[in-house]
Every structure is written in structure tokens, then in C-alpha cells.
């Protein structure tokens, strides 16, 4: 923080949790939990009683001085003199090799399988299933300001996209926060890992009623052994995509986070974690009255899909309940995502959307459960109208399809010609209904049923792996 202009901390008025430190020790320690502000002198006293008024410790340590020098002082000895062009720039820097090499999976050939038994299969997968036994024990409703909470649904245990709270209690605004991780696709390429990452978060921004405007993103990531060639690549190659898809929606990283080194010996072979980040997005809301959530409301309204489905389905949920990992990993066009984002915000702050979710883990199968099951309605599906990027001959690929940057969305009838003149030239289409018959039905390539499940089937397989 004083790179450019030097600083004067005296270590002894850092408060501490043991007594008996040294100074060198209170210097180095990286103790959780603390933050160092930059406060204006005239603003000190009404950011400590601020602070005090929150029951939240704050100590003036120091200042900000025009020498370029860093100066440490304990019990008035000057302990360190070191001058800042030193510190940043007379230190030799660590070099290390990074190389990267696309794997080389065998690229799966195999028949279409019972899509029933799959589609609960994914649902109880750990990776999709409910989560509500370990959300239920965590606290939600801090001063009642929560206003979409983690479930919603007419049962309120559908899972949320993203969660909104309002921070003033007495104002309409509000907060979204969401996350979008995908570990799984690192195997192929962490590159579109971390573009897979961003976009689903910022699709479940878009997802409850947000919007691009005001947006923030944080990373947090968890690695290997980064001395390793391989292992750095790959990192190299998620930061490059941080920047790159970042850069085109304009969602600043504001904050995050790294955890390297997570390695550990086990029956003499180096076990490492999967290279993961972990992308998290804030935005504001300003209307929080226009929140929305995934759960179909009304029979007889039709069901949208947003987006450009492609045979993408490398490191998917589907490939891995068959024993498979694939090359094909999901890819972001952030350029036309922005459009398919934005197009949709403007129609939800409109209110001509009922409900929306965002297709990510299991694909469109997913999705559409979740939805239905959220919302105790049945829903016809129509995979013959769904817009192709490329040719796709089997129902299975389109039906669990990863592909990024699309959204299911439900619109009643009456306002179906005004949401398709606000979507304009995003690619979009008409594949379904919602209905009172309480079942999932999806029609294939050929016109002719390929799937009818009872939606309490389908909410049973997806609550039963962590049922409380």
C-alpha cells in the first residue's frame, strides 16, 4: 500500500491475541481476520466510533509519510529502515517453468443409455444434489434482511441460483451474491475452467433479476504445487482467462484469494487437488420488489431456452455417471453471452419473465427438474427446437449438455410477443409448457417421447444423498 510513498508502523500498538511476541513476529504474522485501511485524518475519530458502535476492534497503527522509506519502530526503537525502492524492485524475483499440454482423454463411443435412470443418477450426484442439510445449519436470516433466500419454491427447498439481500432494511435496494466453480473441467483445460467459472456466476446474477451495470467479482483459488511446470501452466492459463472473459463483460476482480501447494504423500504416490477456482459475484440490485426465482408458477405459460447449445459435454455430470471424461469442455463466447445476458436483464426488470434458471451441472435435464420440482408443475420439452450450434444427432448430448451462458426462462402467454421483441437478435426459442400434470416429460429429435418422470421422483433422487 505504501509502494509509492512510504510508511511509519509502530508494532506495538498492534493488538494481539498472545502476549510475549516479538516484534519480527507481530510484523511476519499472518493471522485470519484483519484488514488495513488508509483513513484520511480528519476522518479517524468517526471511523473509530463507527467501529466501536459495531462492537469491531479497530487500532491506529501508523501513517502513510512522502520519504519512499519503510520504518518499523517498537517501544520508540527503530527496528526497520528500509527504503521502498529496495523492497519492490532491488529484490530478485523467482522464476519457474510453466508448460501446459492438453490431455489426451479417449473420447467416449457408446450408446444411449436409460435417460430416466441417468437423469436421477445426476440428480443425486454430489455435485448437484441438495444441499439443504448443510445450509439449514448455517444462519440466513440475519436481521430478517434476506429477500431471496437458499430454497425457494412452493415448498421452499428448491435451490436458489444466487442469493439477495438488503443490507438497509428500509430501502428497496439490495445485494446478489453468487458462485460459479467447475473443478471438473481443469482436467481438460483450465482455461475454459475459469471462463465456465465466470460465466455461471454472472448468469446466476442475471438468473434472480440482476443485471451487468454493477457488477464485482472475487477469485479464489486452490492448487497444486505450483513448482511444477504443469501445474503452473495451468494456472497461467486460468488467470489468462480471468482477464480475457472479465474484460469483455466488464466485471472487475475486486478481491480473492489463493491457496497453493495442496499436495500431501499418500502410500508413496503425491496426491494433488484438482486445480479449482472458485469465481463469486456481487452486484447491486436496486429493485428488489422485481427479485425472482427458478420455481414455475403458472400452468399453461410457456417455457423459453436462451442460448446456443453445442455438443459440449467434457468433464460433464453425464460422462462422469458413465465412467467417462471426454475432450469437449464447455467454452465461453463472452461477447454473445453479454448479449444473451443483458437482453434477459431487460425483460425481467420489465416483468415479463416468471421464472428463470441458468443451465450449468446436468444441463438442460437438470435444470428443468429443478424448476418443476420447485414449483410442483409438470412441463413438456421439446428438444427439436432448441437452438444448435453445431449438428447434434442424439437426444442425450442436447438433453445434458454443459454449454455455457444459457438460461430456461417462463413466460406466461400473455406476454410472450413483447419478451420476444425485448430479446431482439439473442438467440432464443420456444421449446416447452408448464402444466398441472406433475410430470417431466421431454419429447426428442424425432417428435416422440423420450422421457416421462413423475417431478417427486425427480425431487426425491436429487434430496436423498444428504436427507435431513
Not at 427439436?384 to 450450434?389: R, T
Amino acid at each position: 500500500m505504501a509502494a509509492k510513498t512510504g510508511v511509519r508502523v509502530y508494532l506495538d500498538r498492534v493488538p494481539l491475541k498472545y502476549a510475549g511476541l516479538s516484534y519480527w513476529e507481530i510484523w511476519i504474522s499472518e493471522s485470519q481476520e484483519r484488514m488495513l485501511l488508509a483513513v484520511p485524518p480528519e476522518s479517524v475519530n468517526e471511523l473509530l466510533s463507527l467501529f466501536n458502535a459495531e462492537g469491531t476492534e479497530a487500532t491506529i497503527i501508523g501513517e502513510f509519510t512522502n520519504d519512499k522509506k519503510l520504518q518499523l519502530f517498537y517501544k520508540d526503537n527503530l527496528v526497520c529502515d528500509l527504503e521502498m525502492d529496495f523492497l519492490h524492485s532491488g529484490l530478485p524475483q523467482l522464476e519457474l517453468q510453466a508448460a501446459w499440454k492438453p490431455p489426451e482423454n479417449k473420447q467416449p463411443n457408446f450408446e444411449i443409455p436409460n435417460l430416466k435412470e441417468i437423469m436421477l443418477k445426476i440428480l443425486g450426484s454430489w455435485n448437484v444434489c441438495s444441499k439443504e442439510w448443510v445450509v439449514r445449519q448455517y444462519d440466513h436470516e440475519v436481521q430478517g434482511g434476506s429477500v431471496l433466500k437458499p430454497f425457494v419454491g412452493r415448498n421452499n427447498d428448491g435451490p436458489s441460483d444466487a442469493a439477495i439481500v438488503r443490507p438497509i432494511l428500509n430501502s428497496d435496494m439490495g445485494v446478489i451474491i453468487s458462485n460459479g466453480i467447475h473443478p471438473q473441467y481443469s482436467d481438460i483445460d483450465p482455461y475454459w475452467m475459469a471462463a465456465s467459472a465466470i460465466d455461471e456466476a454472472l448468469r446466476q446474477i442475471i438468473a434472480v433479476g440482476g443485471n451487468l451495470e454493477q457488477v464485482a467479482l472475487l477469485d479464489n483459488f486452490c492448487w497444486g504445487d505450483t513448482s511444477h511446470p504443469q501445474k503452473l501452466g495451468a494456472l497461467v492459463r486460468t488467470c489468462q482467462a480471468c482477464y480475457d472473459i472479465a474484460s469483455v463483460y466488464g466485471t472487475p476482480f475486486i478481491s480473492g484469494k489463493d491457496s497453493l501447494n495442496n499436495e500431501f504423500e499418500f502410500e508413496g504416490r503425491r496426491i494433488s487437488i484438482p486445480d479449482t477456482l472458485l469465481i463469486s459475484a456481487i452486484a447491486v440490485m436496486q429493485d428488489t420488489n422485481k427479485a425472482l426465482s427458478l420455481d414455475l408458477k403458472t400452468s399453461g405459460s410457456l417455457i423459453y431456452v436462451i442460448g446456443t447449445t453445442f455438443s459440449e459435454l467434457g468433464g460433464s455430470e453425464y460422462y462422469k455417471s458413465l465412467g467417462f471424461t471426454g475432450n469437449h469442455v464447455p467454452k465461453v463466447n463472452p461477447k454473445k453471452a453479454k448479449e444473451n445476458m443483458r437482453n434477459l436483464s431487460y425483460a425481467t426488470e420489465r416483468g415479463l419473465v416468471n421464472a428463470c434458471h441458468d443451465l450449468s451441472d446436468g444441463g438442460l435435464a437438470v435444470a428443468v427438474a429443478e424448476m418443476a420440482f420447485s414449483g410442483d408443475l409438470g412441463v413438456t420439452i421439446r428438444l427439436k427446437e432448441i437452438p444448435l450450434g453445431e449438428p447434434i444427432d442424439r437426444d442425450d448430448f442436447i438433453l445434458f449438455s454443459e454449454s455455457n451462458s444459457r438460461f430456461l426462462v417462463e413466460v406466461t402467454s400473455e406476454n410472450r410477443q413483447e419478451f420476444e421483441i425485448v430479446m431482439g437478435e439473442v438467440i432464443f426459442a420456444h421449446i416447452g409448457e408448464v402444466n398441472q400434470s406433475e410430470k417431466l416429460e421431454i419429447y426428442g429429435l424425432n417428435k416422440e417421447k423420450i422421457l416421462c418422470v413423475d417431478i417427486q421422483e425427480l425431487k426425491e433422487a436429487w434430496q436423498k444423498p444428504l436427507d435431513w
